[in-house]
Nanobody, 125 residues
Framework: AVELVESGGGSVQTGGSLRLSCVAS????????MAWFRQAPGEEREQVAN???????NYADSVKGRFLISKDDRKNTLYLRMDTLQPGDTAMYYC???????????????????WGQGTQVTVSS
C-alpha cells in the first residue's frame, strides 16, 4: 500500500507563499500519476494540479501561473509551490496517487486511491 504524508501548510497573508510537501512510502511515486487536491468547507474536493511519470503537468485554471507542482523521485517527494496566495485558496490540501496510471492523469478524485491526511492552508486578507 502507498502511504502519503503531507506537510508545509500554514497561515499566510494575501500575496504570500507556501510550499507543500508530500512524502510517499510503500511504493515509488515515479510509477503513478500524482496530484494535489484541495477542499474548502462546504465545497467539493477539486484538483489543483497533477504530474505524470515523465514530469508533465496540468493545472486548474484558478491556479495557473501561481502554483507549481514538482517532484523529486529520488526522495519520493511531491511538492506544491504556491505563490501570490489569495483568500480563495484557503482549504485543506491533499496529495493523492492514481495507482492505475502513469500518464494521461485524470482530474476526478475518484480515480485516486491513495490519499494523505491533508494539510491546512489559510490565507487572510
Amino acid at each position: 500500500a502507498v502511504e502519503l504524508v503531507e506537510s508545509g501548510g500554514g497561515s499566510v497573508q494575501t500575496g504570500g507563499s507556501l510550499r507543500l510537501s508530500c512524502v510517499a512510502s510503500g511504493s515509488s511515486q515515479s510509477r503513478f500519476c500524482m496530484a494535489w487536491f484541495r477542499q474548502a468547507p462546504g465545497e467539493e474536493r477539486e484538483q489543483v494540479a497533477n504530474i505524470d511519470d515523465l514530469g508533465y503537468t496540468n493545472y486548474a485554471d484558478s491556479v495557473k501561473g501561481r502554483f507549481l507542482i514538482s517532484k523529486d523521485d529520488r526522495k519520493n517527494t511531491l511538492y506544491l509551490r504556491m505563490d501570490t496566495l489569495q483568500p480563495g485558496d484557503t482549504a485543506m490540501y491533499y496529495c493523492a496517487a492514481d495507482l492505475s496510471r502513469r500518464h494521461a492523469c485524470q482530474r476526478a478524485p475518484v480515480q485516486y486511491k491513495a490519499w494523505g491526511q491533508g494539510t491546512q492552508v489559510t490565507v487572510s486578507s
